[in-house]
């Protein structure tokens, strides 16, 4: 029997970071893990032998991830880059790093580049809308930091992208935005829409707690709005220039492929999470006791990743959809979106909608005759 395929995202300094975003829903793992320093060397070797000799597939990507992950230090990713090496078995290797870029400088950046890292970079805006947030620990903006990094990483050729929060800040202002990343030199982005209950929820996660969410948090259709308003800069202009996600997965879609994207997927439980100590847990979005999955020391990484409550954990999206959202005409393409904004409750029914249902509704039959066209085209093409 054939292995599935699976895809981890590990955070070697856990909920550690250098900034004090309102948004960002990691911050409160400190419930969990209040002492937690870095990822050991010892844990760090065995993370790397382990992955690359679990995953059935010959491309294994490194996705570091945080908090903020340049708080290891660049010594701990050059070990990291030796343990690959050492354990690649012929495999091909490739490193993902998602940093708000405050601490990264020319010898980060010398790193990066020689060793091929893909660079995430988060950036919500121009500087009224970034430094809403987007602060560090001590109070200062951090824009002009970020903008100052994207030109370091430019000047080494180092690949990158941007990661760009979609918030109450700035979902009616997606022209702007995407003006301004295009300006910074970005040509690969990535919105991503910021959804919080406005509860604690530090043991559990409860979508019957509140369908109240947080005052950061998007408006229902924002994103929709955002997303369209991008969208008809990108067609205009920008074909075949700017690559953006959500238009390249919806384009995806449209040729008959699957979603590239876990949100919009049938199923989930593909994109596991790795703790600084080695606790595994079914997603990003789920790192709460009752999602974890077991420690990597003490168990092996396949035997977790494959084990029944992963399985359950990721066919759970499908089995829990509202009747709505089984009738629904997008369906196909949306999947009922990601289970952790699931939070809207229907009248008669069991489950929960999704918050951003109207968001991508708007998104899907604004876009569909231009993807269609597009689709055709290429199509014609290949054949």
């Not at 904004?341 to 929960?352: A, S, Y």
Request: one cysteine or more; aromatic letters at 10%; glycine letters at 6%.
């Amino acid at each position: 029997m054939s292995q599935s395929p699976f895809h981890i995202m590990t955070k070697p300094v856990s909920h550690q970071c250098n900034l004090k975003c309102d948004y960002c829903f990691y911050l409160e793992k400190d419930a969990f893990y209040p002492q937690q320093s870095r990822m050991s060397m010892e844990m760090l070797e065995e993370y790397v032998r382990t992955y690359i000799e679990s995953s059935p597939q010959q491309h294994v990507d490194f996705a570091w991830q945080g908090g903020e992950p340049t708080l290891a230090g660049l010594d701990f990713y050059k070990s990291a880059v030796e343990f690959q090496n050492k354990y690649s078995a012929g495999k091909r290797i490739t490193n993902s790093f998602q940093t708000n870029g405050i601490a990264i400088n020319h010898q980060w950046a010398e790193f990066f580049a020689q060793h091929q890292f893909l660079i995430g970079l988060s950036v919500d805006g121009d500087a009224s809308i970034h430094d809403k947030y987007r602060i560090s620990t001590n109070g200062k903006p951090t824009f002009e930091r970020v903008k100052h990094v994207i030109g370091l990483l430019l000047e080494h050729k180092v690949e990158f992208n941007t990661l760009t929060v979609v918030n109450d800040a700035n979902w009616d202002k997606g022209k702007q935005v995407y003006q301004t990343l295009k300006s910074l030199g970005s040509t690969h982005m990535q919105f991503i829409p910021v959804v919080e209950q406005d509860a604690l929820q530090k043991e559990r996660f409860d979508p019957t707690l509140t369908q109240e969410v947080t005052p950061f948090s998007v408006p229902k259709s924002g994103y929709g709005t955002f997303m369209t308003d991008v969208f008809d800069e990108w067609v205009k202009q920008d074909l075949g220039k700017i690559h953006i996600q959500a238009f390249e997965m919806l384009l995806a879609q449209h040729l008959g492929y699957p979603a590239g994207l876990c949100i919009f997927s049938e199923n989930c439980g593909d994109n596991l999470v790795l703790e600084a100590n080695g606790d595994l847990y079914s997603c990003d979005h789920f790192v709460y006791p009752e999602n974890k999955l077991g420690n990597i020391h003490s168990q092996p990484m396949l035997e977790l990743a494959q084990s029944k409550q992963q399985k359950a954990f990721g066919q759970s999206k499908s089995a829990t959809l509202t009747a709505l959202c089984q009738s629904c005409e997008y369906l196909s393409q949306c999947h009922g979106g990601c289970p952790k904004q699931r939070i809207v409750p229907v009248e008669g029914e069991t489950h929960r909608q999704n918050y951003l249902c109207e968001s991508y509704k708007k998104l899907f039959s604004h876009t569909h005759k231009p993807m269609a066209s597009m689709a055709k085209q290429i199509a014609s093409r290949r054949h």
